[in-house]
Nanobody
């Protein structure tokens, strides 16, 4: 059974950093693309970053965010720096780089950027 659980969200001041973790189970990361997505209040969900393939190829949508993974432990990280209030959103991880193709989703973790 495939499961994804996000953690690491919270309240951070503008300019601050957070590291989100997607803990996966029931799958082997080398064979899945794991994407990070976010949904801000009143907005549609959007892609943030993705890591896929045996080599760990990466897709970024924002240079402030860095994705990485620990294949042995089934973990995918999103290191976020220089956070802005507009980064406030619920952040999700899912089993594909494309939202429409992701079969499994976590429940999300809330990131709030505010002073």
């Amino acid at each position: 059974q495939v499961q994804l659980v996000e953690s690491g969200g919270g309240l951070v001041q503008p300019g601050g950093s957070l590291r989100l973790t997607c803990t996966t189970s029931g799958l082997e990361l080398e064979y899945y693309g794991i994407g990070w997505f976010r949904q801000a209040p009143g907005k549609e969900r959007e892609e943030v970053s993705c890591i896929y393939g045996a080599e760990g190829s990466i897709i970024y949508s924002d240079s402030r965010f860095m994705i990485s993974r620990d294949v042995a432990n089934g973990l995918v990280f999103l290191q976020m720096t220089g956070l802005k209030p507009e980064d406030t959103a619920v952040y999700y991880c899912a089993t594909d780089c494309r939202e429409s193709h992701a079969d499994y989703w976590g429940k999300g973790t809330l990131v709030t950027v505010s002073s």
